[in-house]
């Protein structure tokens, strides 16, 4: 066992097989990484039925309930620090956080999106990129800032767009990679080995790229 374990909450408002991978890879006897719970926005996301599976704490807070946006991150923030994380990782969680929100957990908050950030923000990201004919998409984790999708990047796999791909196939593909490049963000973080700088994402203490640690196929 590593001497000291991350602890280490992740948000949700879906499917959760991100959550999965995390999961299956935090298994793992020498693996420094802790699930210590999972919370959704959602009642029916089915991520809590894979957290409970695993023994993992779950936690429901719903948005109708509160007064706007900064009552419910507050309500969510005493939440998640009740569980004392050294990280907090965003995987489908289907909601804008506050500034105070994001300031609150900068540098042990990451987000994975599915493009090759920069390009892409926000929705509908593989039909945007079938649009464009790009032959080539992927997907990205990144540190978290107030700018949506737009923080520093810690991690790029690169999915080669075929001809004949459908939104699905290629969701399919960069689904895939996310549930590579998420663990391995994750586990770096937990390693020590990831954090972010003053200007940037630093790995083993080097500047990362622009693009972040880019894996090709
Ligand atoms: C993923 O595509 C991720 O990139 C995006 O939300 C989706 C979550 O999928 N942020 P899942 O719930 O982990 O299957």
């Known amino acids: 066992m590593p001497s000291k374990t991350c602890n280490v909450v992740v948000l949700l408002s879906g499917s959760g097989s991100n959550l999965q991978a995390l ?16 919370i959704s926005n959602r009642a029916d996301a089915y991520g809590l039925e894979r957290a409970k599976a ?4 779950t936690a429901v807070l719903q948005h109708q309930g509160f007064d706007g ?8 923030m005493a939440l998640i620090d009740g569980m ?6 965003l995987a489908g969680f289907m909601r804008i956080l506050s500034g105070d929100f994001v300031r609150h957990y900068q540098g042990r908050l990451l987000n994975i999106h599915p493009s090759l950030l920069p390009k892409y923000k926000g929705l509908h990201t593989h039909q945007r990129a079938l649009e ?15 700018e949506l999708d737009g923080g520093p990047l810690v991690v790029q796999a690169v999915v080669a767009v075929a ?5 699905q196939s290629l969701a399919d593909r960069v689904h895939h990679q ?9 586990r770096w973080f937990a390693q020590g080995r990831l954090r972010l700088g003053e200007h940037g994402a630093l790995l083993d203490g080097q500047p990362l790229a622009a693009s972040g640690h880019l894996i090709r196929p």
């Open 23 to 38: 999961i299956d890879s935090s298994l793992g006897q020498d693996s420094p990484v802790q699930i210590r719970g999972v």
């Open 54 to 57: 695993a023994g993992i704490d």
């Open 69 to 76: 946006r900064q009552a419910f991150d507050a309500a969510l």
């Open 84 to 89: 004392q994380p050294d990280l907090v990782v």
């Open 132 to 146: 464009a004919g790009d032959t080539e998409h992927g997907c990205s984790v990144h540190f978290v800032t107030e």
């Open 163 to 167: 001809p004949d791909d459908t939104v």
């Open 178 to 186: 996310e549930h590579q490049i998420y663990p391995l963000a994750v």
